[in-house]
């Protein structure tokens, strides 16, 4: 490391034995993944935890009262944009999880602001169901998103 001129951050380097530890790089966390169908354990990425809550933040920050001026139609845009660019990068390993952790966010965040934007009831949030949200306003479903990968 001298050699290249390189200092090492001791606060962010650790040894980590796989398959024993999981560790984080690059948003993704290393490790023990299980499969979905026979519950065989094998060694796989995954988006991290931190990532997902990141996300959702962004998501919640986006969908805030004060941006209830804005048209319904742009902010679901806007929202896909983030959406299809999370999802691309976070679509190698197991993503479904946390896929479905996202779009359930961010369907409750969205018919929140629908809710707010159209002075709505708390209690009426059944007003704007899932084929609303999907195929009359256009928002993506990364959910679906997973299955087109090679």
Request: proline residues 2%.
């Amino acid at each position: 490391m001298k050699r290249l001129k390189l200092t090492v951050n001791q606060q962010k380097t650790r040894i980590c034995r796989v398959p024993e530890e999981s560790f984080d790089f690059l948003g993704y966390t290393m490790g023990w993944c299980y499969r979905a169908r026979t519950g065989k354990a094998y060694i796989g990425t995954k988006p991290s935890k931190k990532r997902i809550t990141r996300i959702c933040e962004k998501i919640s920050q986006m969908t805030q009262r004060q941006w209830c001026w804005k048209e319904t139609k742009e902010l679901v845009g806007e929202l896909n944009l983030v959406l299809k660019g999370w999802g691309n990068y976070f679509r190698l390993g197991s993503v479904s999880k946390a896929y479905r952790a996202v779009d359930s966010h961010t369907r409750h965040r969205l018919r929140q602001w629908l809710c707010r934007k159209h002075k709505v009831r708390a209690s009426s949030r059944n007003r704007f169901w899932d084929k609303h949200l999907y195929q009359e306003l256009g928002l993506i479903r990364l959910e679906r998103f997973s299955t087109n990968l090679p």
